[in-house]
């Protein structure tokens, strides 16, 4: 296969189209623009223009496939050609290099391998009271008419989560609420580093020096979550001990560093994420009473105690269309990237070595050509009638190899932590607040909801 060097990234073979300008370029400043101000906006208008289009910023070419089956192609077909790479998964290698999210894929399987008994029906099973007790314990703390700053609310219980899951031997040596802090810090800065552009950290280089001091720092704490663990009396049975256990053959093991990166991995990826999602399901629920009657009366016919994904998930087919809908409107993954090291074809299109090639859940997800009325929120459309809704079109966890690993983790742990939360409260909107979702950051979330916590009244 032919080598094509980054530099001559516009040249493209007989055989192949280049792919169209994509709409609202400026002739100085090309995509910057409308990616800055309103992203989700101009990825909207790419749709349908072309199967892929090509950005202009700073002076590159940045291609988006639009087509979710050339996405699904390039995802699960063609996976080991197009690796992981762009800038999130570049700066994210500069925080946790061998971690399952960033790796290369000539190392992914055996990674995966090592970490999937952690995500087993078992694992996810002993979790589940674990999820259960976190949404009582923070939802008994909530009084009638306190107002919820919801993503921080809904942060703090998953960090608990995934703290108890993951290492239940050492959680209360740990100071879950500095990890939160740490992490969040972390994402923040993260984020910073793929917006602000290179020149620019030059000529501001605190914000660099912010960045190793929040890497340093998250990996500190993560060896010593390590060592507290090593240091245990009790031998761990979470996550971790799953992980330090290797492939259970007496084969493979991860090593120390691999160890720290995956810690990190759990807490950056399986937090955040699944907060952001319970958050817009709690803001759906407050502005939408018809469908939290619906929720209510199908989680109140639950017996109490944890909601198990194996034996109770069958019995609640509206949440889990309302999970589903939730992902599909609000994917916190909004944006994602990949970068071929060989020139590749996709579709009718060269992809040039190293370059860069993104895919928006949110777009495909809002797309028109795929789903029937995409800006109406509807779980039904999920019931199976045909033809509102394009499985293939679907993807807030990703699909192939490189899928999200904790998706049933986090289908779990959102029914539980719903479970919990509706079975005392309503939600409501709270007067003078907005949620700020122009503009997303690492990943797409409410910034800024509010909302007031309502006693729920008797059914009759
Ligand atoms: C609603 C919650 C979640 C969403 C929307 C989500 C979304 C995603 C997406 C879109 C990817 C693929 C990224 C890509 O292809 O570039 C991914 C990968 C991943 N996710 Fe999740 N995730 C969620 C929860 C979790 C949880 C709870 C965990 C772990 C506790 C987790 C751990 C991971 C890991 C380790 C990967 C990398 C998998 C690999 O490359 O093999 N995620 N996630």
Same mark, same amino acid.
């Given at each position: 296969m032919t080598v094509i060097s980054p530099s001559q990234s516009d040249s493209f073979h007989s055989g192949t189209r280049k792919p169209p300008l994509a709409p609202g370029?400026?002739?100085?400043?090309?995509h910057l623009g409308p990616l800055l101000w309103d992203p989700l906006k101009f990825l909207r208008s790419c749709s349908n223009v072309a199967p892929v289009v090509r950005m202009k910023v700073a002076g590159r070419s940045i291609y988006l496939v639009c087509d979710a089956d050339l996405v699904r192609e390039m995802l699960v077909n063609k996976d080991g050609a197009f690796d992981k790479g762009g800038p999130v998964y570049e700066a994210g290698r500069s925080v946790a290099p061998n971690s399952l999210v960033v790796c290369p894929a000539h190392v992914h399987r055996e990674q995966r391998t090592l970490m999937q008994p952690a995500f087993s029906p078992r694992s996810i099973s002993a979790a589940e009271s674990v999820m259960a007790d976190e949404g009582e314990h923070a939802s008994q703390s909530w009084q009638a008419g306190q107002v919820l700053d919801v993503l921080a609310e809904a942060g703090r219980m998953t960090h608990q989560v995934v703290a108890r899951t993951l290492m239940p031997s050492v959680t209360d040596a740990i100071d879950v609420d500095y990890l939160l802090g740490v992490v969040k810090e972390l994402t923040r800065l993260l984020a910073l580093q793929v917006v602000v552009p290179k020149p620019v950290r030059r000529i501001v280089p605190s914000l660099d020096r912010r960045f190793a001091v929040a890497v340093a720092g998250t990996r500190r704490a993560a060896h010593q979550i390590l060592q507290a663990s090593r240091d245990s009396d009790t031998p761990e049975q979470g996550l971790l001990g799953v992980l330090m256990q290797g492939d259970g053959t007496g084969g493979a093991r991860l090593t120390e560093e691999e160890l720290c990166d995956q810690i990190i991995t759990l807490f950056t990826a399986g937090t955040e994420t699944t907060a952001i999602t319970l958050a817009w399901a709690m803001y759906v629920l407050s502005v939408r009473p018809d469908l939290e009657r619906r929720l209510h009366a199908e989680l109140d016919s639950l017996p109490p105690g944890p909601v198990s994904f194996k034996n109770h998930l069958g019995d609640l087919p509206f949440t889990c269309n309302f999970i589903s809908e939730t992902l599909r409107c609000y994917p916190s993954n909004w944006l994602l990237s990949r970068s071929p090291d060989e020139s590749t074809v996709l579709g009718s299109y060269l992809f040039p070595a190293g370059s860069s090639i993104m895919f928006s859940p949110y777009q495909i997800h809002r797309n028109p050509q795929y789903y029937s009325d995409p800006l109406t929120f509807d779980p039904d459309r999920w019931d199976g009638r045909p033809p509102t809704v394009s499985r293939r079109a679907y993807i807030p966890f990703g699909v $192939?190899?490189?899928?999200?690993? $904790?998706d049933r983790f986090a289908v779990s742990e959102i029914v539980n932590l719903l479970s919990s939360i509706t079975r005392r409260w309503s939600l409501r909107p709270a007067h003078g607040f907005r949620i700020r979702s122009k503009r997303p950051n690492l990943f797409a979330a409410p910034y800024g909801l509010h909302l007031q916590v309502e006693g729920r009244r008797q059914q009759p």
């Open positions: 370029s400026h002739v100085l400043t090309g $192939g190899a490189r899928g999200c690993i $904790g």
